[in-house]
């Protein structure tokens, strides 16, 4: 056992349970931050407090438990990956309530206060819900985010035959298909003109929209619903804004997600949208950092503010959190908005950096076959690479990413790009 | 622990002839033959690529291992993670097939298995001392050494060419 690592076991002389560093929040930037914490300091307590029920696991797999392809077992972050270091202490169903910067403390309910001398708030976020649809709070009405949610809605399934999701991102997606695989009717309800409008235009969905349709998923676009019709047995219809109605014993609402930051009001931390971090992930109180879906950072380069919702993206910055708070001093390189790869039905796709460029001023190149397409996106100048969809062929999308994010020059090697013909050889042969 | 050894690559060595990526194959086939190899179902996988660069370069390419493998830490289902020697290993249990790695690497030398829907690479050949893509390199374009010993073979030739430079 280390010195210090007596987090929550009250001996005679102390007078206030105290670690070294407290996480709030156990996902992907909390996990990460405490794991490389251990990595440059083996002695100082680590304590992450989560609200959840369950120890640690891997968010983005919770659609697994509702389509029963995998048990909560299966998804135990610890242990798995780079989460292998030792010694840190997990509290479950720890709900941080307040912090108070001044005195570095934490006041978690039912629990009494926590002093800590480095604190990272990686809160994460939750599923938005609309309030201009009534009638949500019922039973058999989810937004997918935890596990909790996950085996809630996969007892639904048991007395459901349709299922209305709204809203057609990534995690509704995943959901749907989810459910179609217990044998579920699925109808995908979209306000916007194409499913994945955040990833990439309608113009550039048709092989996914096609590879859906085929899985015999039914999509409504350019609707939304305007109510939630129930019983006391819970849902049984939505109601759409052009009049229509569809009976329905499961809703599942993918509507975005919000930053979890109001456990700081009437703190001194700047908070504008989320929780803003400085180059160093730290924030505006003194030794408190922000790291994965609660944190407003930049994108490089332009150094514009975003905030991302990616596990991929809450790693990287918990990593270099756990860096900083570790004492050694690390910049943050920043991220790109978008920055996704998936498999939809039988479509893997990626999807990076600028990919909006309607009546925008950008050189797009666009390329499609039965089976693939790709849109890449430079600059006005066409000097460099500032984005790339890839359908149906995602070969070597690893090193586009590294041109974009590195905004290398790309005058010598764009035939390459634009023949999606582009690899690594490229770049040990001195061609860029 | 003596230190890992790795693959390097000499690429000027390298004349394109895939005899790596047939050994590799054959070595993650079931049957482990080249006959039994090309009749199995689903055709077995090469996990190293040589890639052709105009006018006339061939550049074999295999997963580096990286130290800060990116991979590893994207991975959003705990797939992969790094043995005691070093190498990072993809466990295609927990692979969920959604290209998150794919996305990240670099090299471009995480594939893709589309009959198993599942992400595989290099794992440095755990049932042999040496790689089956070093073993089958017929010009010394693969290497399989530790970095202090490869960088010292190095320095030794860079010297020797000085040298001979400097006596005309």
Known sequence: MYPGSCFGRKG??????KSKYIIVGASAAGMAAAHTIRLHDRQGSVTVLSEEPDTPYF??????????KKRAEDMVLSGCGPYTGRDIFVRTEARVESVNTAEKTVSVQGSGVLAYEKILFATGSRPYIPPEIKGTDTKGVFALRTLAHARNMAKRVKTSDHAVMLGGGLLNLKAAFALLERGLKVTLVVYSPEVLSQLMEPEDAFLIRKAMDTAGLKIKTGCAAT??????????????DHGGEMSCRMVCIGKGVRPNVEFLNGTNVWIDGGIVTDRYTACSAPDAFAAGDVAVTFKPGSGDRIMTAL?????????CAGRNMAGVKTAYSGTLGILNATQVAEEPFVSMGVV????RDFEVYRHATDTTYRKVVFNPQGTRLMGAVFIGDITNAGLYRYVIRGKMPVMHIKRYIMDHTLHYGHVMTGKM | MSQPKEIFVKTHRCVGCLSCTIACAVEHSKSKTLFGAISETPVPKSRVYVQWVEPDGKVPLVCR????????????????SRDENGVVITDTDKCIGCWTCVMVCPYGVIGRHLEEHKAYRCDRCPDREIPACVSACPTGALVYDTVDSFSAKVRNHVSRELLRAERG
């Open chain 1, 12 to 17: 005679d002389n102390v007078t206030e349970e």
């Open chain 1, 59 to 68: 968010r983005p797999l919770i659609p697994f438990v509702v389509s029963g």
């Open chain 1, 227 to 240: 109510h939630i019709i129930s019983e006391h047995t819970g849902v049984t219809g939505v109601a759409l």
């Open chain 1, 311 to 319: 596990w991929t993206n809450a790693v990287e910055m918990g990593r």
């Open chain 1, 356 to 359: 909006h460029t309607k009546d």
């Open chain 2, 65 to 80: 291992h990286c130290e800060d493998a990116p991979c590893m830490y994207a991975c959003i289902s705990g797939a992969i």
